[in-house]
């Protein structure tokens, strides 16, 4: 009788673990595609932008300058006082260019000789007196959607998140642009603008401008930008250029017991 081999049938463990798989990377190291922006660096723009007026501070933005088809929000402890120097290169270039400058809600009156002497037209500037804050939000949002102004700087302090997104969302299809003029309290706000500044300024006349939010990495110390206000430098003597060296002496003296009575510091005005 020849004997029959009779193999042992076994039950496939289902709970077994499948042996690993050596996952192949969809894009090989160092072959990044040039669209695809890396968090550590500084953002490229795809959209044309405008230049600020200063080097250092077009080296720090995305785009090398301020950004159109996006807001921009400008925060400053006072306001109608400094973002004219922070923004007057770029309203200079719009007017050049032949644009018009739309004014929203100023809460003072722009200053034209101020205006004129950096370079603005009185022909090219548009002021939209808006009282309320729904009428200042209305006005801004008409004017980004008409898309016929070159460059938009509304005052909208008491803008809420979802306001701000809307705005962003409609300046995506506006050219020009678009800056909102905020109080620096809002810096503890989340806010939907891709760039968002902090504005205050020195003795020795200088702004001091601390970005806080950009594309790219953050940027822990502020930028000092040169900016005597227009019509000043020609008056200014070599010592009030620099009012910190003036009381820095005094300061100096008066330790060394001079007889010379001592003199509360004041702050130049600067506005």
């Not at 809600?105 to 722009?110: A, H, L, N, Q, V």
């Not at 101020?114 to 008409?142: K, N, S």
């Amino acid at each position: 009788m020849t004997a029959l081999a009779v193999s042992e049938w076994h039950e496939p463990d289902l709970h077994a673990a499948a042996p690993p798989q050596r996952l192949r990377p969809l894009v090989a190291p160092g072959e990044i595609p040039a669209g695809v922006w890396r968090g550590g660096e500084l953002g490229s723009q795809i959209s044309d932008t405008v230049a600020t007026g200063w080097a250092e501070l077009d080296a720090q933005l995305p785009g090398a300058g301020w950004p159109c088809r996006s807001i921009t929000e400008v925060l400053a402890p006072q306001p109608a006082v400094l973002e004219w120097r922070l923004l007057g290169g770029a309203i200079r270039q719009v007017v050049a260019g032949g644009g018009q400058v739309v004014l929203v809600g100023p809460p003072k009156p722009p200053h034209l000789p101020g205006l004129l002497h950096a370079g603005a037209d009185a022909r090219q500037l548009v002021w939209v007196r808006a009282e309320t804050p729904a009428e200042r939000l209305w006005v801004t949002e008409q004017m980004i959607k008409s898309d016929a102004a070159g460059a938009i700087v509304a005052w909208l302090p008491q803008a809420r998140q979802e306001q701000i997104r809307r705005l962003q969302v409609c300046a995506l299809a506006c050219r020009a642009p678009v800056f909102l003029c905020r109080p620096e309290a809002a810096q503890h706000e989340s806010s939907a603008a891709p760039l968002r500044v902090h504005a205050s300024y020195t003795v020795d006349w200088e702004l001091c401008v601390k970005i806080f939010k950009r594309r790219g990495p953050s940027l822990p110390t502020p930028l000092r930008l040169p900016s005597i206000p227009g019509g000043l430098a020609r008056v200014l003597t070599p010592r009030l250029l620099k009012p910190s060296l003036l009381w820095r002496r005094t300061e100096t003296r008066d330790a060394v017991g001079s007889p010379a009575p001592r003199r509360p510091s004041r702050q130049l005005a600067v506005h």
